[in-house]
């Protein structure tokens, strides 16, 4: 089981960019990887994932806008976000899955002003 770091959240005004980075302690190539968000009072969701084959998917409230990616020799992912908007402030977690092995990162805050 990997353990995962976020790094790169932090305060934009809206319309603004970020990149968050989830650095994992070992060998990713095999995980299937995601980013959820969390924003007060409410579930965390499922923002973006990336397969072990580089497949990726998106919310409907990010597509166009977010982007994932994963770099294996270098063992982390990350989200690009773009035309960020208030709705987007949430705290946002990386999540490693292999099987039955599930891995979460502490979150990284990401705050939008409108």
């Not at 994932?68 to 705290?91: F, G, Q, W």
Request: hydrophobic fraction near 35%.
């Amino acid at each position: 089981q990997v353990q995962l770091v976020e790094s790169g959240g932090g305060l934009v005004h809206s319309g603004g960019s970020l990149r968050l980075s989830c650095a994992a302690t070992g060998s990713i190539f095999r995980y299937h990887m995601n980013w959820y968000r969390q924003a007060p009072e409410k579930q965390r969701e499922l923002v973006a994932s990336i397969t072990n084959g580089f497949s990726t998917n998106y919310a409907s409230s990010v597509e166009g806008r977010f982007t994932i990616s994963r770099d294996n020799a270098k063992n982390t992912v990350y989200l690009y976000m773009n035309v960020l908007k208030p709705e987007d402030t949430a705290a946002y977690y990386c999540n490693a899955v292999l099987r039955d092995s599930i891995s979460w990162g502490q979150g990284t805050q990401v705050t939008v002003s409108s």
